[in-house]
């Protein structure tokens, strides 16, 4: 199980929301690079990084701090947040992104999705398949579509979609476990996907419990901020 520890930006600052809401930030710290550093130190080599201002304002806002970290550590890299159209999946790739998240766009201009899947390749395109009851949450889960995860998730599967990061955000934020029958049903499902669970993690205890499954990786964000899992404890998971 990959671990992939999580930097949210705004006004270029390494910070956590709660349920996806603007209005319950936290600013963790000043300097993205500074954090990504740590992980780097206690041997992590993957970073889910992710552009609220962009998820906000649907196109790339940070691309500047994804240049930064990219250019001065060794982090795999996936970038989210406003990924919207063709000049910003260009400008995350020329910035060191290795792979990008897409959720939005591939509910609002699925056309363009799909045409991004053929010209860089399923293992660099991830899908966000973000999920408020049951339902396809999207704009900084701001907006929640009429489209079912599973519908959504079965669509994409058939256009070669390899990876698919999902987050319940009624978890994400609130250190309260993940939603771990989410992530069975659709590992039932799609057994050929690469699951990547995010949101709610709150101990080791969780990445026992989701090593446990057959999710291909787990993005830890507040846990790690918030002192419930110390980055030692993270070695016995990393590969």
Not at 102 to 125: C, H, M, N, Q, Y
Request: hydrophobic share 40%; glycine share 10%; proline share 2%.
């Amino acid at each position: 199980m990959e671990i992939i520890p999580a930097i949210d930006i705004i006004d270029g600052k390494c910070v956590r929301l709660t349920k996806g809401d603007y209005s319950q930030m936290k600013v963790y710290n000043e300097d993205p690079l500074e954090v990504a550093n740590t992980f780097v130190d206690h041997g992590l080599t993957r970073l889910h990084l992710v552009d609220l201002d962009g998820a906000r304002k649907k196109r790339v806002v940070n691309h500047k701090v994804l240049e930064k970290i990219a250019g001065k550590t060794s982090l795999f890299i996936d970038f989210g947040g406003g990924v919207q159209s063709n000049e910003d999946i260009r400008i995350a790739f020329e910035c060191g992104a290795r792979q990008i998240t897409g959720g939005s766009i591939a509910v609002k201009d699925p056309a363009t999705f799909e045409a991004w899947l053929i010209r860089f390749g399923p293992e660099k395109v991830i899908l966000g398949a973000d999920v408020r009851d049951g339902k396809i949450a999207v704009s900084g889960w701001q907006e929640k579509s009429e489209l079912h995860i599973f519908d959504f998730l079965e669509k994409y599967v058939e256009k070669s979609v390899k990876y698919v990061i999902s987050t319940d955000v009624s978890k994400d934020g609130m250190l309260k476990g993940p939603a771990f029958e989410l992530y069975k049903d659709i590992n039932e499902r799609f057994a050929d996907l690469k699951l990547i669970a995010s949101g709610g993690v709150s101990g080791v205890d969780d990445l026992e419990k989701l090593s446990e499954t057959s999710v291909y990786g787990v993005i830890i964000g507040k846990a790690i901020y918030e002192g419930r899992i110390d980055l030692k404890e993270l070695s016995k998971f990393v590969k």
